[in-house]
């Protein structure tokens, strides 16, 4: 696993040794996602949600995302995910006491109550890429996944025109339209595909 392009670019990242439940992201379905993106990620917020390693997080930052914020609930990937970033020469640290640093945020809490957390902060994000463990929402199941985008979709924490990439099992279908998220593309990677929605104004 490593960094593709941008200013990280060759930097080796690691995964936890051990971990059934952590699946990075291919380096080949990573290339074809943030080629899919292209300048829609320079100055970007982006929220990598159930962030894992870190892995898309660290790709938005060395291709130009003003701000990541890395969403994971397991203490282990926290650990590997400050790792990784202290390969890049990046920190979670503050600069100032209490104040957090001008292009990380790194939050430990369930996708759910970490959308809602990051709402209540009046958070926007122009991309979002959501991942969640295969067995814990996708392919066993669709409570994590729908519960999510039903969030996604009532609130305001992606922005109207912005960009949320779901990645799942190919035995899940997931809806084309949820309120106002809606798929406006599918890409195919063997066992994996990609899911693109786009956030549109709802009139009320």
Request: hydrophobic residues 40%; proline residues 3%.
């Amino acid at each position: 696993m490593r960094v593709i392009a941008g200013v990280f670019r060759g930097r080796r990242l690691v995964a936890p040794k051990g971990n059934r439940i952590v699946r990075p992201t291919a380096d080949r379905v990573k290339e074809s996602v943030f080629s899919i993106l292209r300048e829609q990620i320079i100055d970007a917020n982006f929220l990598d949600l159930c962030a894992g390693t870190g892995n898309m997080g660290i790709e938005a930052l060395s291709r130009g995302a003003k701000h990541v914020t890395f969403l994971e609930r397991d203490s282990r990937c926290i650990q590997i995910i400050e790792q990784n970033l202290r390969t890049c020469g990046l920190t979670t640290e503050p600069r100032a006491a209490r104040k957090p640093t001008d292009t990380i945020s790194l939050l430990r809490r369930d996708a759910v109550k970490g959308i809602t957390s990051l709402q209540k902060q009046d958070a926007i994000f122009e991309v979002i890429y959501f991942d969640p463990p295969y067995g814990t929402g996708l392919a066993g199941g669709s409570e994590l996944y729908a519960a999510c985008l039903a969030l996604l979709a009532e609130g305001s924490l992606l922005c109207i025109g912005g960009t949320l990439i779901v990645e799942h099992a190919k035995q899940f279908v997931g809806p084309d339209t949820v309120g106002s998220l809606t798929r406006s593309r599918q890409a195919n990677y063997g066992d994996t595909v990609v899911s693109f929605y786009q956030k549109e104004a709802v009139d009320l």
